[in-house]
């Protein structure tokens, strides 16, 4: 057993502690880090469920992209329990009109040529365009992506394509909640964290010169630096 605070790192979509790996190397001698991977999910509620399943009493949540989205679950069922709060590229808005036919061309994708199709689809316009020749980053989230089945990002996109608008509980959060975002996320955009902000009681947003939306990989210094400063209060 350990006597330090509880820090779950939440992550997204087709992800899995890999997101979290340099951020996960820099809390942990503050903190036990527990990072869930949504596997076998279908529903962001189910999810949120499973994290409250391991959580004690009083804990803290950061997630990322489809992480936030379970994030946000966590807050509306178990508010009172949660010391610290941030959320990265992520958002709170209910399905857009266009999004089902977007996420459907990378669900027929996967039906008819597997994963790496996925993969070579999606990753690239995830990432900043200054890292689309980095190999060793596109080979870590490939390789990613490649851990889960078809039927796991079949359950995943049914879980995003299922959500509620969680607008409304943003009024409600007593905690002073981090905004993170990477400065070219075309899918999670620093305009719709400014408007989260704004309906915040207390924010602090950090926007991430140089990265997309896979902001813990692509800026993973950066990032880790916020939020040990973020989970521990200190400035150093």
Same mark, same amino acid.
């Given at each position: 057993?350990?006597?330090?605070?509880?820090?779950?790192?939440?992550?997204?979509?087709?992800?899995?502690?890999?997101?979290?790996?340099?951020?996960?190397?820099?809390?942990?001698?503050?903190?036990?880090?527990?990072?869930?991977?949504?596997?076998?999910?279908?529903?962001?509620?189910?999810m949120?469920?499973?994290?409250?399943?391991?959580?004690p009493?009083?804990?803290?949540?950061?997630?990322?992209?489809?992480?936030?989205?379970?994030?946000?679950?966590?807050?509306?069922?178990?508010?009172?329990?949660?010391?610290k709060?941030?959320?990265? +590229?992520?958002?709170?808005?209910? @399905? =857009? /009109?266009?999004?089902?036919q %977007?996420? &459907?061309?990378?669900?027929?994708?996967?039906? #008819?040529?597997g994963?790496?199709?996925?993969?070579?689809?999606?990753?690239?316009?995830?990432?900043?365009?200054?890292?689309?020749?980095?190999?060793?980053?596109?080979?870590?989230?490939?390789?990613?992506?490649?851990?889960?089945?078809? +039927?796991?990002?079949?359950?995943? @996109? =049914? /879980?995003?394509?299922?959500? %509620?608008d &969680?607008?409304?509980?943003?009024?409600?959060? #007593?905690?002073?909640?981090?905004?993170?975002?990477?400065?070219?996320?075309?899918?999670?955009?620093?305009?719709?964290?400014?408007?989260?902000?704004?309906?915040?009681k207390?924010?602090?947003?950090?926007?991430?010169?140089?990265?997309?939306?896979?902001?813990?990989?692509?800026?993973?210094?950066?990032?880790?630096?916020?939020?040990?400063?973020?989970?521990?209060?200190?400035?150093?």
């Amino acid at each position: 057993m350990t006597d330090k605070p509880v820090l779950f790192l939440l992550p997204g979509l087709m992800c899995d502690e890999a997101v979290w790996i340099d951020q996960q190397k820099t809390l942990s001698p503050y903190a036990n880090v527990i990072i869930p991977v949504f596997r076998g999910f279908d529903s962001l509620t189910d999810m949120a469920a499973y994290v409250l399943e391991q959580a004690p009493q009083r804990f803290s949540v950061a997630g990322h992209s489809m992480g936030g989205r379970v994030a946000w679950e966590i807050m509306e069922m178990a508010g009172n329990r949660i010391d610290k709060f941030a959320v990265l +590229d992520s958002g709170v808005h209910p @399905v =857009k /009109a266009a999004e089902p036919q %977007k996420r &459907q061309i990378l669900l027929d994708k996967a039906t #008819e040529q597997g994963l790496q199709a996925v993969a070579d689809a999606w990753t690239l316009p995830m990432v900043h365009p200054s890292r689309h020749q980095d190999k060793k980053l596109i080979d870590e989230i490939h390789a990613m992506i490649l851990r889960n089945s078809v +039927d796991d990002f079949f359950g995943q @996109v =049914k /879980a995003l394509l299922g959500r %509620k608008d &969680q607008t409304g509980i943003l009024g409600q959060i #007593e905690q002073e909640v981090l905004l993170i975002a990477g400065d070219e996320d075309s899918w999670s955009p620093p305009q719709q964290h400014e408007q989260m902000a704004e309906k915040l009681k207390r924010s602090r947003l950090e926007i991430i010169s140089g990265s997309g939306h896979m902001v813990s990989m692509e800026k993973p210094e950066e990032v880790s630096k916020i939020l040990l400063q973020w989970f521990t209060g200190n400035e150093n």
